[in-house]
């Protein structure tokens, strides 16, 4: 009877609470008020959760977007006194009541007396968060080549356009529960700066795109590798006893792995199953992505007048960041996602060979970026930074289902280290951002051969020895070149003259940048319009090099471009029924015809061109 009773008991108690409301575990942003005191978490050294608190001052409405809410507070406790909001506290957790709020992400940005923090609701993240497949890459930004400071400045304003002001006038801004709230500060918000992590790089090619994401918000910090290994090797073998990620935890976001390393940091603001939710901004807001998430570890905490930030370095892949929405970065624990494998082998003519590899993001904007940093990096740490230098560029890209891009190139003079690596980065950029599907790349490798002398030769004569040539016959057509010493080279070509030719021919002798310039202005052909990914695969392939000697014979017979196609000494009926129907794609006539091409190779980087004629016998 009692065990009766008891059952009965409990069974009204079931029923009644289960007609009570839940108590959410988020706290609603409409029952905030002013003067409300929060707890805050998040690390400033080392693995240990430190607890902060948050005066709520007020609610901000349309700052960071339309019918979007951001919560004004004042932060207190820790080293905030000192330093105000720290660079690396984006995404750290708020809880009124036990209820999670959401995340420290916006400050007044520099030299505010007071740590003055806008914090993002943590529904609006979650909210914005979904987890759908990728959009196309070809909506994404684009790097702009060639790679220089300036243009990767250009890019990032582009890409990171979430940085300007949200609410352009006070007049925009809402202010609910805090009357004394000037709606002015709604201005002066901005994400609280990331910091971003070089590790490997030489200050000499690092410091000035480092300079670029400095204009964008971000802290660049410089670190080598005996700064990350320690947290390395303590993980190695022991993943399984390390805690499970916590909010208020350091979290990074890995761009590039390997003997150079490059990634962001902030700060879990929940973790939900094995959802992850952190930083309640933007990283630089391109919607779904997949990059490494990983373990961080925070060093120390640098005060500054200008910008306090936590100094920490990424560790061991937890996960994938698939979201980078306007309230958070969002991702997933578990595997990590598939990143380019990047094998640079430097041989150096004083003996030495060094191996590198790397693993980069696959992403339109940073995939090409650190691609170039890395070999321009490599370069500049390994051989001479200052005077003329020569290299040899020999490797591939391998595209996913699609085939191979091929490099074979010499680069010579003041500027050749940035030649070498924005050679094999404009075809990879060129791939990504094409616009008839998208791009894998399965891998990047690269042997170069470096030389501390010019290694450049300028066309100076070309001729043909003997008579008149006749149809059908073959000539040797001689070219000399005097090298940067002033010592003469002779190359030989043997041309065979086409049977049905007659009359007077042209001959062209030239170097590969000439010649584009010359098929673009006299034949039209522009190689990069192509008309589909093979096509555009085989004209990277086929592009002019610099150790290249190009010999053209031109007669003027009729030709035409035929869909990005150039095709010589065509029927005069073919010409007649193309020029008629020119549904099946684009159609240019041409009045000189190429009659034979012919390259040779050479150990230098050829400059120049000449043009001699020939007058074929009857």
């Known amino acids: 009877m009692p065990m009766r009773t008891a059952a009965t008991i409990l069974a009204l108690l079931l029923f009644v609470a289960a007609g009570l409301p839940a108590q959410s575990r988020s706290f609603p942003v409409d029952e905030l008020r002013a003067g409300m005191v929060g707890i805050g978490k998040t690390v400033f050294e080392g693995d240990r959760l430190d607890e902060f608190k948050v005066h709520i001052l007020g609610v901000l409405r349309n700052v960071i977007g339309t019918r979007r809410n951001l919560i004004l507070a004042r932060l207190e406790g820790g080293p905030l006194a000192n330093t105000g909001v720290i660079a690396g506290m984006s995404g750290s957790p708020v809880y009124i009541d036990g209820r999670l709020l959401g995340a420290v992400s916006y400050s007044l940005g520099q030299f505010s007396k007071e740590p003055i923090a806008g914090i993002t609701p943590i529904d609006e993240m979650t909210e914005a968060a979904t987890f759908e497949g990728p959009r196309r890459t070809a909506a994404r930004v684009e790097l702009q080549m060639p790679l220089t400071p300036d243009s990767l400045r250009a890019s990032l304003r582009e890409a990171f356009s979430w940085m300007r002001p949200f609410a352009d006038s006070p007049s925009d801004v809402q202010i609910l529960g805090g009357t004394s709230v000037n709606a002015g500060i709604g201005t002066l918000l901005r994400p609280i700066a990331t910091p971003l992590t070089f590790g490997g790089f030489d200050a000499s090619v690092i410091d000035p795109f480092a300079s670029a994401f400095r204009d964008q918000g971000f802290v660049p910090v410089m670190a080598g590798a005996s700064m990350l290994a320690p947290q390395l090797a303590q993980s190695a073998g022991t993943a399984a006893q390390r805690p499970a990620l916590r909010p208020g935890d350091p979290v990074g976001v890995a761009l590039m792995s390997g003997d150079l390393e490059f990634g962001a940091t902030g700060t879990v603001t929940d973790v939900v199953g094995n959802r992850?939710?952190?930083?309640?901004?933007?990283?630089?807001?391109?919607?779904?992505?997949?990059?490494?998430?990983?373990?961080?570890?925070?060093?120390?905490?640098?005060?500054?007048?200008?910008?306090?930030?936590?100094?920490?370095?990424?560790?061991?892949?937890?996960?994938?960041?698939?979201?980078?929405?306007?309230?958070?970065?969002?991702?997933?624990?578990?595997?990590?996602?598939?990143?380019?494998?990047?094998?640079?082998?430097?041989?150096?003519?004083?003996?030495?060979?060094?191996?590198?590899?790397?693993?980069?993001?696959?992403?339109?904007?940073?995939?090409?970026?650190?691609?170039?940093?890395?070999?321009?990096?490599?370069?500049?740490?390994?051989?001479?930074?200052?005077?003329?230098?020569?290299?040899?560029?020999?490797?591939?890209?391998?595209?996913?289902?699609?085939?191979?891009?091929?490099?074979?190139?010499?680069?010579?003079?003041?500027?050749?280290?940035?030649?070498?690596?924005?050679?094999?980065?404009?075809?990879?950029?060129?791939?990504?951002?094409?616009?008839?599907?998208?791009?894998?790349?399965?891998?990047?490798?690269?042997?170069?051969?470096?030389?501390?002398?010019?290694?450049?030769?300028?066309?100076?004569?070309?001729?043909?020895?003997?008579?008149?040539?006749?149809?059908?016959?073959?000539?040797?057509?001689?070219?000399?070149?005097?090298?940067?010493?002033?010592?003469?080279?002779?190359?030989?070509?043997?041309?065979?003259?086409?049977?049905?030719?007659?009359?007077?021919?042209?001959?062209?002798?030239?170097?590969?940048?000439?010649?584009?310039?010359?098929?673009?202005?006299?034949?039209?052909?522009?190689?990069?319009?192509?008309?589909?990914?093979?096509?555009?695969?085989?004209?990277?392939?086929s592009a002019r090099k610099n150790n290249r000697l190009y010999v053209r014979l031109l007669g003027r017979d009729a030709g035409a471009v035929v869909k990005g196609e150039s095709l010589s000494s065509l029927p005069p009926s073919v010409l007649s029924v193309m020029e008629s129907d020119r549904n099946g794609g684009s159609f240019r006539p041409l009045q000189n015809a190429m009659l034979g091409e012919w390259e040779i190779s050479t150990e230098f980087a050829v400059v120049g061109s000449r043009t001699l004629t020939l007058n074929l016998e009857e």
Do not use: C
Not at 345 to 364: C, H, N, P, Y
Not at 397 to 405: F, K, N, S
Not at 495 to 506: D, E, H, K, R, W
């Open 276 to 541: 992850v939710y952190a930083f309640g901004h933007p990283f630089y807001g391109l919607g779904p992505i997949r990059f490494p998430m990983t373990r961080a570890h925070v060093l120390t905490v640098l005060p500054s007048l200008a910008s306090s930030m936590k100094i920490a370095s990424t560790g061991d892949v937890i996960g994938t960041v698939q979201q980078d929405r306007a309230t958070t970065i969002a991702g997933t624990l578990g595997p990590g996602p598939s990143m380019i494998p990047v094998r640079l082998s430097l041989t150096s003519e004083r003996g030495t060979k060094e191996t590198f590899q790397m693993a980069i993001v696959e992403d339109q904007l940073f995939t090409p970026m650190l691609a170039y940093l890395s070999i321009a990096n490599t370069l500049s740490a390994y051989e001479r930074q200052n005077g003329a230098a020569s290299y040899v560029v020999r490797g591939s890209a391998v595209v996913r289902d699609r085939g191979t891009v091929t490099f074979e190139d010499l680069f010579t003079g003041d500027q050749s280290s940035a030649g070498a690596a924005a050679y094999v980065v404009a075809p990879i950029n060129f791939l990504l951002r094409n616009a008839f599907e998208d791009v894998e790349l399965d891998g990047l490798n690269l042997e170069i051969d470096a030389s501390e002398e010019p290694r450049s030769a300028t066309i100076e004569r070309a001729w043909v020895d003997g008579g008149r040539p006749k149809p059908g016959s073959t000539i040797d057509l001689k070219v000399l070149f005097r090298n940067y010493r002033g010592d003469e080279i002779t190359r030989t070509v043997p041309m065979q003259i086409p049977a049905n030719a007659q009359g007077s021919l042209s001959v062209m002798v030239s170097d590969g940048i000439r010649l584009s310039q010359w098929e673009a202005r006299e034949l039209q052909i522009q190689p990069l319009q192509t008309r589909g990914l093979p096509q555009m695969i085989r004209v990277l392939n």
